[in-house]
């Protein structure tokens, strides 16, 4: 599998990202470097892409794939594109507060510490649908990571289609996230429709 290892808040900076999105309250010192020239539609777009795989973790071709399923389904490509990667097991692991960032969600999945409907799940990429639960596995409550989690997302919101029980440490998937549930849209963080426009060339 492709790594990247160029560090997370350069990479933020080059895209114009908020470290918080990747679940990072850090701040970078270093003064931006000017562009000299006006960015083209196309780099506008490859860029709104390069944005949603970064922040959600997805490498191109499964992206690709992502993007031809929300081709087929109804209502508005863009919209469906992002719902389906809300609905990624590792991000609503990370929206329920149960992991510090998405990267730390993924490998809190793949070690198979994370139930949905009462069995073990260890796919990230595992999509989830309304009336879903989720939960911490009970032998796996007390580990440090998940503990340190909770203390470092408790100023985090949960986002309206999930209901959280931080007691229990579960989680319910309430409804498929809108287009106005998703905040890394109304917030203007990723464009989706330029995203469409660029696979529709």
Not at 35 to 47: D, N, P, T, V, W
Request: glycine residues 6%; hydrophobic residues 35%; charged residues 30%.
């Amino acid at each position: 599998m492709a790594i990247d290892r160029t560090p997370v808040l350069k990479r933020c900076r080059s895209l114009g990202i908020d470290p918080v999105v990747m679940g990072i309250n850090k701040e970078s010192h270093r003064k931006p470097k000017m562009r000299r020239r006006q960015e083209s539609e196309y780099g506008a777009q490859l860029k709104e892409k390069q944005k949603a795989k970064f922040i959600y973790g997805v490498l191109e071709k499964q992206f690709r794939g992502y993007y031809e399923l929300a081709l087929k389904h109804e209502g508005i490509t863009g919209d469906n594109l992002m719902t389906i990667l809300e609905t990624r097991l590792d991000n609503v692991v990370f929206r329920l507060g149960f992991a510090r960032t998405r990267k730390e969600a993924r490998q809190t999945v793949r070690h198979g510490h994370i139930n949905v409907n009462g069995k073990r799940v260890d796919i990230p990429s595992y999509r989830l649908k309304a009336g879903d639960k989720i939960e911490v596995a009970p032998k796996y409550r007390d580990l440090l990571p998940i503990k340190e989690a909770l203390i470092y997302t408790e100023h985090m919101a949960v986002p309206a289609w999930l209901e959280v029980d931080i007691e229990k440490l579960a989680g319910t998937v309430l409804t498929t996230p809108s287009r106005d549930q998703v905040d890394l849209v109304t917030d203007g963080t990723i464009d989706p429709q330029l995203i469409v426009e660029l696979y529709s060339k």
